[in-house]
């Protein structure tokens, strides 16, 4: 079986299961696909930050920017042979792609959103991403045709093996309960949750223990960003330096179903090639010591 078809046909079974299942699994012998996004390396080219993902010890990748303008990832203007070429390139270092970040979609109509949304799955397709993340919109009055169009979407993301998820990520998403109201509502078996414990901090100002809203919940994650929260508001800091507590958040998000999948570090502590080298390390052993005792 080639690679494409097995990340197809994992896709297309865990879009079948029920929704507690880790959506975008590319071996059922390694519950928890350890990764590291892109966007700690965003003032240097992507292959730095492939190079080193890969160098740390991580398997598995995530696209989120890397320079201005998201030059390296997927969006709406990325054409379906511009995400082929960025899926091999991380292939080419034997890191698979459980998830990538999509971006913006028009949002004038309905219409205009699903053609944004239907080229989001076809380069996610191209590039052999599992897992299609949006990061919601701040402004009520936009969340109707933006939950709308996702929703007319999950069929033909399906068909494609792809999951999509929404993360919290501030204004109409920014909480548990939020994110839960939103997913209940447009009611798809293939849009789901993609936790985000700093961002419960962050977008709370530091008030809302993520370890408190992961019970919030239940039946909703299928993958999550490893990132962590310091004071004064910042999430630019290496997972397990921060106020997160990570062993709490997995554990109870653990109980509330989600028992496989991606773990993928988001956000490191800035720095020279050399420090988020060293920074991506310390968070691969913090991550690969979590997911040992989960």
């Avoid at 939950?147 to 919290?168: H, L, N, R, T």
């Avoid at 299928?222 to 997160?244: A, I």
């Avoid at 720095?271 to 997911?291: P, R, Y």
Wanted: glycine residues 12%.
């Amino acid at each position: 079986m080639s690679r494409k078809e097995f990340m197809v046909r994992s896709g297309a079974a865990a879009v079948a299961a029920v929704s507690t299942s880790a959506y975008g699994a590319v071996n059922p012998n390694e519950p928890w696909q350890i990764g590291c996004y892109i966007r700690p390396w965003n003032q240097f080219e992507h292959n730095v930050a492939l190079d080193a993902i890969a160098e740390a010890g991580f398997k598995y990748t995530g696209l989120l920017t890397t320079k201005p303008n998201n030059q390296f990832g997927i969006n709406v203007n990325t054409t379906p042979d511009e995400a082929a070429a960025i899926g091999e390139e991380c292939r080419r270092r034997g890191l698979a792609v459980p998830s990538a970040y999509g971006g913006d979609i028009l949002l004038e109509s309905v219409e205009t959103g699903i053609a944004g949304m239907r080229r989001l799955i076809d380069n996610c397709a191209a590039a052999q991403v599992a897992n299609l993340m949006m990061g919601g919109v701040g402004t009520p009055e936009l969340a109707e045709v933006y939950y709308k169009a996702i929703g007319e979407s999950c069929g033909y993301a399906e068909d494609k093996g792809i999951g999509i998820s929404v993360k919290p990520h501030g204004g109409t998403n920014a909480t548990g309960p939020q994110c839960r109201a939103l997913l209940e509502k447009v009611n798809k078996k293939n849009f789901r949750l993609w936790y985000d414990p700093g961002n419960i901090y962050y977008y709370s100002d530091g008030t809302l223990n993520p370890v408190d809203d992961a019970a919030t919940v239940d039946g909703l994650v299928v993958g999550m960003s490893v990132k962590d929260y310091r004071e004064p508001k910042t999430v630019d800091v290496t997972p397990g330096t921060g106020m997160v507590d990570f062993a709490g958040v997995l554990a109870r998000l653990k109980q509330g179903g989600f028992t496989s999948g991606p773990l993928i570090v988001e956000c490191l502590q800035p720095g020279t090639e050399s420090e988020l080298l060293a920074e991506a390390k310390k968070a691969f052993a913090l991550v690969t010591s979590l997911a040992s005792r989960n």
